[in-house]
């Protein structure tokens, strides 16, 4: 089992590019999150996936997108990237009922410059 | 607001010695908690979780406890190893909170030889 895949694992952007971070699960899980994590600040929700075809906001949605492209699929995008969102990005799935935990990707590492 | 939070930011141990880090949490509704593990450069990794109407859980060398009337959550690591050397993060199910985990800001455990 792969278990929650992220791709890329590194990733330098110049202010204003744009690009797209990649995450699949073959758990079969409904629920996928994504999580950014900057130093001192712990894990913040950007947006997440309760199932296929639902997106909501999370905590710090803004200068992103998302997409639940089918079941294992649940797409990041940033459209302008900014120096602000210099980040590890996670993205984590769970099974729909409540009493499991999150399994988490290895994660994205992002610099704008 | 509500939140989960750590007491301390930093742990230092030596190695063979037993390990306590601990969570307060502020949202009595919360029914499932679980502590995660993560080593520089890797995603979180499920350690142990525990369940609102349990008190105490029991894994491999390590223990979890609940105090509801507190709302204060504890992890225990028996015989600290230099493997534990990492970030540890609570997390709180909040019912009815969207299927979403709520994380505290972390721990470091450090294992001094």
């Known amino acids: 089992n792969a278990g929650v895949t992220q791709t890329p694992k590194f990733q330098v952007l110049k202010t204003g590019q744009s690009m797209t971070l990649q995450c699949a699960q073959d758990?079969?899980?409904?629920?996928m999150y994504w999580y950014r994590q900057d130093p001192g600040m712990g894990l913040r929700l950007i947006y997440y996936?309760?199932?296929?075809?639902?997106?909501d906001k999370g905590e710090v949605p803004n200068g992103y997108n998302v997409s639940r492209l089918n079941k294992r699929e649940f797409s990041l995008r940033l459209e302008s990237a900014a120096p602000s969102q210099t980040s590890v990005y996670f993205c984590?799935?769970?099974?729909?009922?409540?009493?499991?935990?999150?399994?988490f990707g290895s994660g994205t590492r992002l610099t704008v410059v | 607001g509500e939140s989960v939070g750590l007491h301390l930011p930093t742990l230092s141990v030596q190695e063979g010695d037993n390990s306590i880090i601990n969570c307060a949490y502020s949202?009595?509704?919360?029914?499932?908690f679980i502590w995660y593990k993560q080593e520089s450069g890797k995603g979180p990794q499920f350690i142990i979780d525990?369940?609102?109407?349990?008190d105490k859980r029991q894994g491999q060398r390590v223990t979890v406890l609940l105090n509801k009337t507190v709302k204060h959550l504890s992890l225990q690591i028996a015989a600290t190893q230099p493997g534990d050397s990492a970030v540890y993060f609570c997390?709180?199910?909040?019912?009815?909170?969207?299927?979403?985990?709520?994380f505290g800001t972390g721990t470091q455990l450090k294992v001094e030889l």
């Open positions: 984590a799935s769970r099974p729909e009922a409540s009493n499991y935990g999150y399994t």
């Open positions: 758990m079969n899980h409904n629920s």
């Open positions: 996936s309760a199932s296929e075809g639902t997106t």
């Open positions: 949202n009595s509704a919360s029914d499932y």
């Open positions: 525990i369940r609102s109407n349990m």
């Open positions: 997390a709180e199910n909040r019912a009815g909170g969207g299927n979403k985990l709520t």
